[in-house]
């Protein structure tokens, strides 16, 4: 069968990967003139950067096994990670669970009860069960109240500003559980995964396996305008090229991978139940500001903010996750924020961006200069992070739409699980099984 996929990210490639080896024609659009959608590179000190920092844990085994099934699997290192919260105008360790303890901003017994209530969680198989408490209720009330506000509010607030309340705490188990797959033993240090070759390299190399599987191809630029609907079934795609302008291609099946709201626009009106289910779901961007520093500005990979008078939520240091030779010797650093598209974080020039974030870099290292600053770069990325509430699993879109041959698999589908490129590449997968399942 012939399937149109719109989108190049990780979850269009894995279908169209799936489809190629099952010997089905996957035509692939998208509209970046690049593969890899939000874990897409771009080229930095002659190697390459996610435009977003991006790693594995090591519970991400589809990402792994894709890896290894591209011929990559001796460039994917497991590096331990260095972790650091920035409390009171200074760096703590969180790496070990030893540095818990000594972590002075809390009393010993509250640090005792944070550590506790994350070993509880771990252990927890069926977060499923959590579903009607939000995160910052089900927390305050374990951890304490002091705890609550020192620790998980401001990393609550980080990743999802002035929507942190809404947090479901199924959500926030995911995240906790399944990191837990990171440390070997609760005792052992973290370790993450990255492609040496980075994951620009990862989905290029999908891209040329996909484009080579007969039949199969892969457009770049090129942006799809609607599906064409037929007698209530998907009967192709209008795509637009720089090339050719807008073409109507024919297709058996459609598979879209764009945000939700993207999608609402392509296809005709959809029955009440479906598209409240696509429109209930808000996103948060993501805005980048990737400092390309002489020196490193501490010796943290991840460091998390958890002061709101400043601008970013997070400082990771690549360069102290894998080494600066991959850029040249340069020093890596990205700044980092979840702003809603109407923050005005948002809408600000690369240059405005950097004016605000830099006064607060002397806070996280005194001796910090802006001469240390060779160049920087500026990246958005639009429906960066789904805000998953409470009761969310009645609430999450079917792949497959009230359209007959249209299927949906975006980041909203994913869940309790948060939303990476790991969970991506099994949702591809899954909504192939499903349309060659409707399809036999
Ligand atoms: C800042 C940041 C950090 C992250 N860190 C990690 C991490 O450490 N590890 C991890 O595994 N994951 C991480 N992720 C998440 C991961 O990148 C995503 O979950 C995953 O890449 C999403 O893949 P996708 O294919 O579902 O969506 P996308 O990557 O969004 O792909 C959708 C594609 O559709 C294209 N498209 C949209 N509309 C059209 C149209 N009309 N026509 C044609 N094409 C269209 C888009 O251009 C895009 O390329 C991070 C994400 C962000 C933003």
Known sequence: MRVGVIGAGAAGLAAAHELGKKGHQAHVFERAPFLGGQASTFDVGGGRL??????????????????????????LAWIESKVGFFHGDRIWRFTSPTDLLRFGPL????????????????????????????????????????????????????????????IGMTWLWGKIYLRVASRGKPWEREKLGYPMGSFGEVFDTLGARVARA???????????????????????????TAGEGPRVRDYDAVIATTPSYVFTRLVPPLPEEYSRKLTEVNYLAAVLMILVLDRPLTDIYWLNIADRSMPFVGVIEQTNFVDPSLYGGNHLVYLTNYPSR?????????????????????????????????????????????????????????????????????????????RGTNYSVRLGKEVVEAVLKDFS
């Open 107 to 166: 009393p010993l017994w509250d640090r005792l009860r944070l550590g506790l209530v994350t070993l509880y969680l771990q252990k927890v198989k069926d977060g499923l069960k959590y579903e009607g408490s939000t995160a910052a209720e089900w927390l305050e009330k374990r951890v304490g109240r002091r705890a609550y506000q020192v620790v998980w509010e401001p990393m609550l607030r980080g990743k999802f500003g002035e929507h942190y309340r809404e």
């Open 342 to 418: 109407s923050n005005p974080l948002y809408q600000m020039s690369g240059e405005d961006l950097l004016e605000e974030f830099l006064p607060h870099l002397r806070r996280v290292n005194p001796g910090f200069d802006p001469s240390w600053i060779l160049e920087y770069h500026h990246h958005r990325v639009d429906a960066a992070q789904p805000i998953i509430g409470v009761n969310y699993s009645s609430r999450i879109p079917d792949v497959r739409t009230p359209i007959k041959g249209l299927y949906l698999a975006n980041t909203t589908q994913i869940y309790p699980e948060d």
């Open 50 to 75: 996610e435009r977003g920092y991006h790693h594995l844990f090591m519970s991400d085994t589809h990402m792994v096994d894709l890896i290894h099934e591209l011929g990559l699997g001796d460039k």
């Open 214 to 240: 007969p039949g199969c191809e892969v457009h770049l630029s090129a942006n799809v305008r609607r599906v064409v609907v037929e007698d209530d079934r998907a009967a192709g795609l209008e795509v637009e």
